[in-house]
């Protein structure tokens, strides 16, 4: 591990030396590719660099121990070893966990699909709920929200929502959000006070640059019709939504939530591309289908992960059996804690996988 450490030490050190040179700062391309570079490894030359000063302490403690015969100095001594060799094991468990391979898509930008499941209006209710948690943690994260295509209801919930949130390390957090989402409480059409149980999915895709999906024109079937929804000058006025068949796979995607055709296109090219992105890399690689599976946090989309329980105010993760007692402030968005530890978990699975 130390000579790891010294290689990631070295590249951080002539990164930094890089950055200056003014051939690169002319180079603005690469020169924004090195700071990327950089500022990911400072954390774990930082990291490193409190390792090598608990090493020394206790190198020191040890030697003060050996050699001197004042008592007081080697109780001094022995504190100071007692201290170093906790802070040697609790860094090299840090070291270890920083030194795991970044997942790929951590860096993307990630399109949000919320879909009602079980529960008719009562689920769709809760998905415009979710929506709105995930929206309130963006502006939080000081990400941007964009939707993509939302599909309502009468009564303010939503059938199908489609956004997407661009940022810094979107996908990082937004990973463990995929699956089942399962809601307990009384619903405003309950007259008798009896508490329901509504589910509503939720799947977070890395958004897919060009270069990563390449879709042949001759594989599209695209359909133009008149949008529907609350009511309004340009709704069912002009052939605004666009539908986008691929035909190869099947996939099937809408979006009307723009005036404009060509708007509404591009948005809808954009969620296909992610779709066909996530499709592609699990039928190609069978490995990363079952580890991703396995894994903590990145849940198939039909498993339950997370219960919403009104009456008793709780949040409850079933995958690291984790609960919350503060659901309001968790619906306003408030989800960082939830989001570490499930970031947390499945760190420590993947370095008991590596080991």
């Known amino acids: 591990m130390i000579n790891k450490l010294e290689d990631i030490k070295n590249k951080y050190d002539r990164l930094t030396q890089s950055l200056a040179d003014v051939n690169l700062i002319n180079d603005m391309e690469n020169w924004k590719k090195a700071a990327k570079e950089q500022s990911r490894l400072e954390p774990i030359v930082n990291k490193y660099l409190e390792y090598k000063k608990a090493l020394d302490a206790q190198a020191e403690a040890k030697e003060i121990l050996s050699d001197t015969k004042d008592n007081e100095l080697k109780e001094l001594a022995q504190i100071q070893l007692d201290e170093a060799q906790e802070n040697i094991a609790k860094i090299e468990e840090e070291l270890k966990i920083m030194l795991l391979p970044p997942d790929t898509n951590d860096e993307k930008n990630v399109i949000i ?25 963006a502006s939080n994260q000081n990400w941007k929200v964009e939707d993509i295509s939302i599909n309502a209801t009468e ?10 949130l661009s ?39 890395p ?20 949008s529907g929804g609350a009511g309004g000058q340009h709704v069912n006025k002009t052939d605004s939504a666009i539908r986008i068949t691929h035909l190869p796979t099947g996939l099937v995607v809408t979006c009307e939530d723009e005036r404009s055709q060509i708007k509404n296109r ?12 996530d499709l592609y890399q699990t039928q190609a690689d069978e490995e990363y289908a079952r580890m991703r599976r396995g894994q903590v946090g990145t849940g198939d989309r039909s498993e339950r992960i997370r219960t919403y329980n009104f009456p008793q105010g709780r949040v409850t ?12 402030n968790f619906l306003n968005g408030e989800i960082d804690h939830m989001v570490e530890q499930l970031r947390l978990a499945d760190q420590t699975r993947k370095l008991q996988q590596s080991e």
């Open 266 to 277: 591009e948005k809808a090219m954009r969620v296909l591309k992610s779709r066909l992105y």
């Open 317 to 328: 993760d079933h995958r690291i059996g984790l609960t919350i007692y503060d659901l309001e």
């Open 113 to 137: 699909e919320i879909r009602a499941g079980a529960g008719g209006e009562e689920a769709g209710l809760f998905g415009a709920d979710l929506m709105r948690m995930y929206k309130m943690y």
């Open 155 to 164: 009564k303010g919930g939503v059938k199908e929502a489609v956004f997407s």
């Open 207 to 226: 958004e897919a640059d060009d270069v990563v999906v390449e879709i042949n024109e001759k594989d599209l079937k695209i359909d133009t019709y008149r």
């Open 167 to 205: 940022g810094e390390n979107v996908y990082s957090k937004m990973k463990f959000e995929s699956g089942v989402h399962r809601v307990q409480r009384v619903p405003e059409t309950e007259t008798q006070g009896r508490v329901h149980t509504s589910t509503v999915t939720v799947a977070v895709l």
